[in-house]
């Protein structure tokens, strides 16, 4: 949710944090701020809105401090202010936070009752708060922290900058991820080891509940308990910690546009293609004995999974529950010990979709993350992990990830099937031939771009859009809708088709756009008779299909967007090319923020 940077150098510190914070500015970017030691006195520099107005005031007021820490912002408790930016410090202690302290309204009370007078509305100064206290007690700031953190109830990330102490920063993770990254005589500290990649490439990952004591000379870590513990320095491969927009006016598009490459990239991790098979790595469960699949997620992700449903019954016949894991976590449904649970991330750290994972964990169930950071907290504690190969997505809007779950969740579907015997060996065959035509016909769909540019044009002034689809196309028309909101701030829904006339038939008016996803298939004939229910209340038809949906659509009022025929199963990813492209050349239109839409952020780590 929030990003958060420390590091102890070797020379002035304050370009690198703010460096570093524009890697993390995916994570939020409501307001952000630097603390570091001046002269060893602590100072704060905070500034509201994004990182660029920080930057301006640091370039009116630089730090030349070698130690600093930074945050950039998505705010859950207080208003994106300067007031509520972090850090929050006190005279003797600054830190900066992601997540959220549950217990905050207890402990401020208590500390008011002290005569502790607050700054801001944030949970965060509470934790600065008591670690002052404890710091004017004339405890360490070792033993301050360690004494501050059994106090907290919540998911959070934490780091601390002490007053006078120019070799040391602290650092603290339940619930949500922090990375420690190991230079030459100088440490780091982020939120994920994308925020590192220009420094180091050599990172550890504190485990839940830990906690670290960092020095120029390195790191000692503590678990929930106090003891010291070792966790595992990885050397990450540099490209992946690299990304930038490439000839991209926005990393959005540039995501729209890697689809094909990275598509082909996951099928290639899970089939075989000169034996025409998937080759899925093996699963802590037995295809032939399962009988049901919950699958759980927020989102896009949430729709991925809605696609797969289709899959899993279609191709394994094995039954599916889908939810959205906010409501999985606390409906307390019985889950079979011996059955499945499917959990799908890009980020692997929001935290309904983990607690989802923990709760059917403690069910008893097998649990298979399909994720695309593989050093994620959901990645870690999963029975099995299914890699989604789209590379770090940076938009704030799910691409790539969201069609690389697609790939991942055919391959898994077609792979259960085959193993539970529901499919031939020719019918894998066919399906896995089908499926390594999607970077083809994902490329040819790109092609639609100055169309749909076109057509942006008209559904920029649209103050709502309608989204219908049946079968894999629902869950499709949702995700459409769901893009187009998030950054266009358009106002849109998405329907199963066959719904229209329970209800949402009564917006139609000749002001509603309605984009149709409609593959020529064999219930395209029930879709055209919605299509003439919108277009006999003056309803603007936009629709996406093939050539022979486009002749077969009867129906006056209708604009075209018209894909290459191709197998039913990778329609769900050819198809969402169109709708990511209406979503982005609407948002550019209207001139929005497209990689950091208003009040979104990409890792949703607080529920
Ligand atoms: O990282 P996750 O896939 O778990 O994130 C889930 C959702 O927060 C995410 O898909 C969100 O809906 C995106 N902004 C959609 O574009």
């Not at 990375?179 to 500290?189: C, P, Q, S, V």
Request: aromatic share 6%; net charge negative.
């Amino acid at each position: 949710m929030c990003g958060i940077v420390g590091i102890l150098g070797k020379g002035p510190v304050a370009d690198k944090v703010i460096e570093a914070l524009h890697r993390l500015e995916y994570r939020g970017y409501d307001s952000s701020g630097i603390a570091s030691l001046e002269a060893g006195r602590l100072e704060v520099c905070r500034a509201e809105g994004k990182l660029r107005h920080l930057e301006a005031k640091l370039d009116r007021h630089p730090l030349h401090g070698d130690i600093a820490i930074g945050h950039t912002r998505w705010a859950t408790h207080g208003k994106p202010t300067e007031r509520n930016a972090h850090p929050h410090a006190t005279r003797r202690v600054a830190v900066v936070h992601n997540g959220i302290i549950e217990n905050f309204r207890e402990l401020k009370l208590e500390l008011e009752a002290l005569g502790v007078s607050f700054q801001s509305e944030t949970d965060t100064e509470v934790v600065a708060q008591l670690v002052d206290r404890a710091l004017l007690e004339g405890k360490s700031p070792v033993d301050a922290v360690a004494s501050v953190l059994p106090r907290l109830r919540g998911a959070f990330a934490l780091a601390f900058l002490f007053d006078g102490q120019d070799d040391l920063l602290i650092a603290a993770r339940r619930g949500s991820p922090l990375a420690i990254g190991y230079g030459d005589g100088e440490m780091f500290l982020g939120s994920d080891a994308i925020a590192l990649g220009a420094f180091t490439n050599r990172i550890a990952y504190l485990d839940e509940g830990d906690w670290a004591v960092l020095t120029r000379e390195g790191v000692v870590m503590h678990d929930e308990h106090g003891a010291i513990v070792q966790r595992p320095v990885q050397t990450v491969p540099a490209g992946a910690l690299l990304v930038d927009r490439g000839n991209h006016r926005h990393f959005m598009a540039k995501e729209i546009y890697e689809q094909p490459e990275v598509i082909g990239h996951t099928f290639g991790h899970y089939i075989d293609l000169e034996n025409e098979t998937m080759a899925l790595p093996d699963l802590p469960f037995d295809p032939r004995t399962v009988k049901s699949i919950s699958i759980t997620a927020c989102g896009t992700a949430f729709y991925a999974g809605a696609v797969a449903e289709y899959w899993f019954e279609r191709f394994a016949r094995i039954p599916v529950s889908l939810d959205i894991a906010s409501e999985f976590r606390y409906r307390e449904t019985p889950l079979d010990p011996d059955g499945v649970t499917i959990v799908i991330s890009q980020s692997g750290e929001t935290a309904d979709t983990l607690a989802s994972l923990r709760y059917a964990k403690e069910c008893g169930q097998k649990v298979v993350a399909v994720v695309n950071v593989p050093t994620s907290t959901i990645a870690r504690e999963a029975d099995a992990v299914l890699m989604t190969l789209a590379g770090p997505e940076i938009g704030v809007a799910s691409t790539k990830a969201f069609t690389c779950q697609l790939a991942t969740l055919a391959c898994l579907a077609v792979s259960l099937g085959r193993t539970n015997e529901h499919l031939s060996r020719e019918d894998e065959r066919r399906l896995v031939r089908a499926l390594m035509e999607t970077p083809r016909l994902m490329t040819e769909a790109l092609k639609l771009a100055p169309e749909i540019e076109l057509l942006a044009r008209t559904l920029a002034k649209a103050r709502d859009v309608l989204y219908l689809g049946r079968g894999t196309a629902y869950p499709l028309a949702m995700e459409g809708a769901l893009k187009l909101k998030e950054i266009s701030y358009i106002h849109a829904e998405g329907y199963a088709a066959g719904e229209l006339k329970h209800g949402p038939i009564a917006l139609i008016d000749e002001t509603m756009p309605v984009v149709v996803i409609a593959p020529f298939d064999r219930i395209f004939e029930k879709t055209v008779s919605n299509m003439e229910e919108v277009a006999a209340r003056g309803g603007r038809i936009i629709l996406v299909t093939d050539p022979k949906g486009a002749e077969a659509a009867p129906v006056d009022a209708v604009q075209k967007l018209i894909l290459p025929e191709m197998p039913a199963t990778i329609g769900p990813m050819v198809y969402s090319i169109p709708a990511q492209l209406i979503a982005y050349h609407t948002a550019v239109i209207m001139g929005t923020d497209v990689d950091q839409p208003r009040n979104l952020a990409k890792s949703v780590t607080v529920e």
